[in-house]
Every structure is written in structure tokens, then in C-alpha cells.
């Protein structure tokens, strides 16, 4: 049989009848459930040992194997048939991390069961050394787990209960594929992701003193009002209000000010504060900007009306300064 087509085993085999001696095998570790086992073996031989994880025990056993013919071959044993130091493996990747609590919940979703559901049944232990219990439950199974984190118990704890569903319906899930079912959820996961509005960090940048010109003068550096056309938009809704009939101001402002707010690219926040007379006052204030902008009234339309008051302040054109010539 030519050299090439001889396995690692094989030419370590050989090499060892030579010197009088015999390779060592031994089966380190079986990690994962027992649908999805790694197994690590080390082996070792003529003063050299290497490890290796790998699906299945041959394959584990080969590159162990591999690895002592390189270690052999690089501390200047001559090794028939072994492939240059340079030229070996780099050693197996770590498996990809499997996350127990998407792949139970994509289990439960694609075979119509009742959704995960985690608690928290103990905390126990001093501050530096807490152990978390969790239990995971879809329908009447469950399963708990113990853990110094509520997040790695509850890891723990799906990966228990996903297990017992896989080994107790395998041939009623014998087509599920974990690497999809994990693809999937993370494709759902940027979904919500994109979905969810981005979270606005306020200009530290800006002074106190900008406030009162803030909407004006400073949109290059407030990213909710960079453009001039918004604040032109704005001040159009404004002129609207000042062109409207004695008396009905305040009927619309609510909407206006909601328009006017939308088109500088805010956002508006309403809330209520109790009074001592059992009666509430209303409280809008904008947010997104720099700077925020709030105002009260003793109802709705009167907290719009004011505050479309200090949005016209704020939107006010101010001339800019020049120094004197000397």
C-alpha cells in the first residue's frame, strides 16, 4: 500500500512496531447531548501526545494520531509518509456555542407545542456565591437547573428539557436540523432587532447656554433636526396656528403641535402629575432633540398650546453675529 494511502493510525502504527513501542489511545471526553456527541481522544506515543475533538471516535482517534506524527516528525523522528510540520492541521475548532433556549423554542414552534416558559425557583447563597435554580417547562414537562448565573441556569435548564424532547420523539422529530432551526432564530432575532427603533444618546457636546437656541442654530449637531426643510415645515404648521380664528386656538392644537413635532423628526411624550386637589396636570414634552422641550397645562390642549408657544421661541430665525469692524 503506497504511504499516502495509509491513515494516521496506520503510519503511527508502523513507526512504533520499529522502535519497540506502542501508541497509547484514550477516549479524554464525550461532550453534547447523545444526538450530537464530540469526542475528544488523546494519544500518545515515543514521548509525544496530542488531542483532538471531532464528531465520531474514528475520526477523533485519527487526528490525535495525526497530531503525535507531527510532533514526531518536527522533533526530527523520520515518520513514512508524514506530511510536512507546516503542512498539519491546525487543530479542530471549537464547536459553534448551541443555544438551548432558541433551538427549544424553535422545537415548540415547528412542532406546534406550547411555548418555554422559565421561572426562577430559588436564590440562595452569600453575594459572592449565588447559585440560581430555574425551571423550564412546555406544558406539563419541566425541568430545572442550578447555576451561578440566572442566564446560564436557564441555559441549562432548556438544554435539559430540549433533550428530553429530542431523545423521547425522535422519530416524531427526526427532521429537525438544529443548524436551521438555529439560522432561523437568529434571522428572527435581527428582525426584531431592525425593527426596534434605534435608542437617541444626547449631544454631551452641547452647552447649557445653547439650549434656548438649540432647535435654531445648533440642527447640524442635533441628528433629529439636521435639515432646514424640517424646520421650515415646522414653522408652516406654526404659521397655521397664528392665521387661525380668534378663539379656536386651542381647539386644534393638540393636532398641530403633534404635526409640528412629526416634522421636525421628534417625538412627543405625554404624562400626568397628581395635585393635591385630587385633580391631574397634564405634561407633554418632546423627546429625541436637544434640547428637550416640556410644558404642563390643566388639560391636554392647554400643555399644546404651550408648547407650541416655546417651539415658535425656539424656532424663532435669530440673526447672526458679526464682530464690529475695527
Known amino acids: 500500500m503506497a504511504e499516502s494511502m495509509k491513515t494516521p493510525v496506520t503510519l503511527l502504527q508502523e513507526l512504533m512496531v520499529r522502535l519497540g513501542e506502542t501508541p497509547v489511545y484514550d477516549c479524554v471526553a464525550q461532550m453534547g447531548p447523545a444526538h450530537s456527541s464530540l469526542f475528544e481522544y488523546r494519544c500518545s506515543a515515543h514521548g509525544a501526545s496530542a488531542t483532538a475533538v471531532a464528531r465520531s471516535k474514528r475520526e477523533a482517534k485519527q487526528e490525535a494520531a495525526r497530531g503525535v506524527l507531527a510532533r514526531l516528525a518536527a522533533a526530527g523522528v523520520a515518520v513514512p509518509g508524514a506530511p510536512p510540520a507546516a ?25 406546534r407545542l ?22 423550564a417547562r412546555v406544558g406539563r414537562l419541566a425541568r430545572a437547573a442550578t447555576a451561578t448565573t440566572k442566564k446560564q441556569a436557564r441555559q441549562l435548564a432548556a438544554e435539559a ?25 437568529h ?28 432647535l435654531a442654530t445648533h440642527a447640524e449637531i442635533i441628528c433629529a433636526v439636521a435639515e432646514p426643510e424640517q424646520q421650515a415645515a415646522a414653522r408652516a404648521v406654526l404659521a397655521e396656528r397664528a392665521g387661525a380664528a380668534a378663539g379656536s386656538g386651542a381647539e386644534g392644537d393638540e393636532e398641530r403641535l403633534a404635526r409640528a413635532v412629526d416634522a421636525l423628526g421628534l417625538a412627543l411624550e405625554w404624562d400626568t402629575l397628581p395635585t393635591h386637589s385630587d385633580e391631574v396636570i397634564h405634561v407633554v414634552s418632546t423627546s429625541r432633540g436637544a434640547p428637550p422641550l416640556a410644558q404642563w397645562g390643566a388639560s391636554r390642549a392647554g400643555a399644546a398650546a404651550r408648547l407650541l408657544d416655546t ?12 464682530l464690529p469692524a475695527t
Do not use: I, N
Request: glycine share 2%; with cysteine; net charge negative.
Open 114 to 135: 406550547a411555548a418555554p416558559d422559565y421561572e426562577l425557583v430559588s436564590d440562595t447563597g452569600p453575594a459572592h456565591l449565588r447559585h440560581f435554580t430555574m425551571r
Open 311 to 322: 417651539l415658535q421661541l425656539a424656532l424663532r430665525p435669530r440673526p447672526a453675529h458679526t
Open 187 to 214: 434571522e428572527k432575532a435581527m428582525e426584531r432587532y431592525q425593527e426596534a427603533a434605534a435608542a437617541w444618546r444626547p449631544d454631551l457636546g452641547q452647552r447649557v447656554a445653547d439650549y434656548p437656541t438649540g
Open 87 to 111: 503542512a498539519a492541521p491546525a487543530p479542530a475548532p471549537a464547536p459553534p456555542p448551541r443555544t438551548h433556549v432558541a433551538l427549544l423554542k424553535e422545537l415548540c414552534e415547528e412542532y
Open 161 to 185: 428539557l430540549y433533550s428530553y424532547l429530542r431523545d423521547h420523539s425522535a422519530r416524531l422529530t427526526s427532521d429537525f436540523v438544529e443548524e436551521e432551526a438555529l439560522a432561523r432564530a
